[in-house]
Nanobody, 113 residues
Framework: QMQLVESGGGLVQPGGSLRLSCAAS????????MTWYRQTPGKQRELVAF???????RYRDTAKGRFAISRDIAKNTMYLQMSNLSPEETAVFFCHAIGSECWGQGTQIAVPS
């Protein structure tokens, strides 16, 4: 059974940093490209970062230089290190395995204004 579980969300002050984790089970990072999405109320989920099976990495323009996606294959866990966060980035973050129907339940980050 495929499962993704996000963690690491919370309250962070503007300009602060946070690291999200996505623990995967039943999913091999060598078979599925992995992504981080975020969603704010009333809006569609938007792609934030991508890491391919071979390690290719892509970011949303607004995330470049501030976010870093990585994975630990031995731990079957993916990460998103975020820095210099702004209130506009308050959102629920989800991890997703491309090519599957598998999404995590989401983890909320809140950046107060």
């Amino acid at each position: 059974q495929m499962q993704l579980v996000e963690s690491g969300g919370g309250l962070v002050q503007p300009g602060g940093s946070l690291r999200l984790s996505c623990a995967a089970s039943g999913i091999s990072f060598s078979q599925y490209p992995m992504t981080w999405y975020r969603q704010t109320p009333g809006k569609q989920r938007e792609l934030v970062a991508f890491i391919g099976t071979g390690g290719t990495i892509r970011y949303r323009d607004t995330a470049k230089g501030r976010f870093a996606i990585s994975r630990d294959i031995a731990k079957n866990t993916m990460y998103l290190q975020m820095s210099n966060l702004s209130p506009e980035e308050t959102a629920v973050f989800f991890c997703h395995a491309i090519g599957s129907e598998c999404w995590g339940q989401g983890t909320q980050i809140a950046v107060p204004s």
